[in-house]
């Protein structure tokens, strides 16, 4: 099995954004008055609290300004963070465009509100790249997104031997200098390691065998490349913990 030469998949720009809205605990609301942060969105994520909807033409469209009771114009923010102490540790951001609309045209659950969609704006690695609202919602969310974070700081607190196994998974020539390894992130399609240097860092993705469908099937998935890794020699003492 020559894994270093293994097809690496990766989510899209539209099941990013539905996992990092799924997973998220608070988001940032602008609009013309200021910024509001929302914190402990209790429940699955920002999903449950803001319903998108395609614009549609409303009476107050037609004014000349806009009117009192109207939608009003807004930006949602969400910070997608490593719940692992890597350096920098903000993985991506998600920005939401549209029209908020007011409690007259409010048909979901209390305590949350409706949006009309404009695009959704995924900013990561220092690039931006936007989707459409059909494109978002026919995208799935990660079967591993709303446990992630517990998986990665479990790993970091009690198996910090699987990091320095799934090392020898890592291409030789990233390892060489690197001061510090630990995992970033977790999805249906593998495991992204951050390995940090003197002055810079870089991410190591490994792919699974295949796609996890079900977040049961993820240790199996973990043992399978564990198991690859140890039948290969160690090429690094570097430490996951230093």
């Known amino acids: 099995m020559r894994l270093f030469n293994t097809p690496v998949a990766l989510p899209t720009t539209a099941e990013r954004i539905r996992s990092i809205l799924m997973a998220a605990d608070s988001m940032t609301v602008v609009t ?10 209790h429940g699955p994520g920002g999903t449950e609290h803001i319903h998108l909807h395609p614009a549609e033409p409303h009476p107050w469209d037609s004014g000349a300004g806009a009117a009192p009771d109207g939608p009003v114009p807004a ?12 350096r920098d540790r903000v993985r991506a951001r998600v920005f939401l465009g ?4 007011p409690a007259s045209e409010h048909s979901g659950p209390a305590g949350s509100r409706c949006m009309e969609f404009d695009r ?3 900013e990561r690695a220092g690039e931006r790249s936007a989707v459409g609202l059909g494109d978002l919602m026919e995208a799935e969310t990660d079967p591993l997104a709303t446990c992630e974070a517990g998986m990665l700081t479990h790993m970091v607190d009690d198996h910090r031997d699987i990091v320095g196994l799934l090392l020898r998974l890592v291409k030789p020539r990233l390892t060489v200098g690197a001061r ?10 593998g495991i992204t390691l951050r390995l940090e240097y003197a002055r810079s860092h870089e991410d190591a993705r490994i792919p699974f ?22 039948h290969r020699s160690p090429r690094s003492r570097l430490l996951s913990d230093s």
């Not at 549209?98 to 609309?101: I, K, Q």
């Open 98 to 101: 549209g029209r908020l609309l």
């Open 120 to 122: 959704a704006v995924l």
């Open 75 to 86: 930006l949602l923010e969400f910070t997608d963070i490593a719940p692992t102490p890597v």
């Open 180 to 189: 510090r390894a630990l995992p970033l992130a977790i999805d249906r399609y």
């Open 32 to 41: 013309d008055e200021g910024r509001t942060e929302i914190s402990r969105l």
């Open 209 to 230: 065998p295949s796609p996890i469908k079900d977040v049961d099937q993820a240790g199996a998935r973990i043992h399978a490349l564990i198991a690859t890794a140890r």
